[in-house]
């Protein structure tokens, strides 16, 4: 049995301010399920005013991506350890907005998630197709990339402590949803690389995520489908009456 993850990724949107007053309504609505896990992503410089407002709740905080180093001169970055002492407790790692406008490979990617292990913190580690290579009947093929170029280097271990999400790029922010059964697919593809690198155990026990224009109306069915083990969610998780029912699915 694997715990649903229910997660948010705000990109960059809100102030702290406006980060306090989303948690003020949205924990009076999720109560403090114990069977999923809830975790909110909110651009750095809001994760002081989550960790306050969330504190004492089931509600865990995560950086949106890290450095690979733990200090030095590397300006306008953020490490692992800083998340960590912020209060974080997970970092999304290779958001494909990231890989699209910011370089992002599956080398970075893997000394990413490696740099978030060291620091104790949960990467949830994204991949996904474009349009282009879905329409091209590449997408198992763009998946078997990333997954060996940037988690397959993994000890086990460290296998054992990431959380994938699969994020079809042209499902992100676009309204386009994958339907569960595409997403499924997709999700046993991940699996089945997991189970001849890892072994079975890892991969039956790891949590793989959709990622893709969630909304309210289509939680329950993608909930419904068994190789999804959670969520993670953009546009809809800046609203706290959407996202909450997104929890609460
Ligand atoms: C995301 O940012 O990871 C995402 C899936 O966005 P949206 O839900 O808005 O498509």
């Not at 733990?70 to 958001?95: D, Q, Y």
């Not at 994204?126 to 940037?150: M, P, Y």
């Amino acid at each position: 049995m694997r715990t649903p993850v229910m997660a948010g990724n705000w990109k960059m949107y809100k102030t702290p301010e406006e980060t306090a007053g989303f948690f003020a309504r949205f924990l009076e609505q999720v109560g403090n399920p114990a069977d999923r896990e809830i975790v909110i992503c909110p651009p750095f410089v809001n994760i002081p005013a989550a960790v306050a407002a969330t504190s004492g709740s089931v509600v865990r905080i995560g950086g949106q991506n890290l450095y690979w180093k733990t200090e030095g001169a590397f300006t306008g970055e953020v490490s692992g350890p800083m998340l960590r002492a912020a209060g974080c407790t997970h970092v999304i790692v290779g958001h494909s907005e990231r890989r699209q406008y910011f370089s992002e490979t599956d080398e970075t990617v893997l000394a990413r998630t490696r740099a978030a292990l060291e620091a104790g913190l949960t990467p949830i580690v994204c991949v996904g197709e474009t349009l282009e290579a879905r329409e091209s009947g590449e997408t198992a093929s763009v998946l078997t990339r990333q997954f060996q170029d940037g988690i397959a280097p993994l000890e086990t271990a460290q296998f054992g402590q990431i959380v994938i999400a699969y994020e079809p790029v042209w499902a992100i922010g676009t309204g386009r949803t994958a339907t569960p059964a595409i997403a499924a697919e997709a999700h046993v593809t991940l699996r089945r690389l997991a189970a001849s690198r890892f072994g079975t155990d890892p991969a039956d026990r790891v949590r793989i995520l959709y990622g893709g224009s969630v909304k309210p109306d289509n939680i329950q069915t993608l909930m419904a489908e068994k190789e999804i083990d959670g969520v993670l969610v953009g546009g809809a998780s800046l609203d706290p009456v959407s996202f909450a029912t997104i929890t609460n699915a």
